[in-house]
């Protein structure tokens, strides 16, 4: 959405949470959660298909600041 909150985009439709963008404002990740399993999602911010990142259990991430490693609890 614009900074005023206007012209709000819906990025995900699989009920993503704890969104970090990425450093260059291009990317979001964030974690989907379903039973038995929580994996790390990105999606680009102009919206589009999502790209899973993980296969293994993956909650809270933290992408670094040059945008090269994504930190998350197993």
Request: net charge negative; proline share 9%; glycine share 12%.
């Amino acid at each position: 959405m614009d900074i005023d909150g206007g012209n709000p985009k819906q990025l995900t439709n699989d009920g993503g949470f704890f969104p970090d963008v990425s450093p260059d404002g291009r990317s979001v990740i964030y974690t989907v959660l379903v039973p038995g399993e929580a994996r790390l999602w990105k999606v680009s911010i102009d919206g589009g298909e999502p790209v899973r990142l993980t296969d293994n259990k993956s909650v809270l991430e933290v992408v670094s600041p040059d945008g090269k490693l994504i930190a998350y609890l197993p």
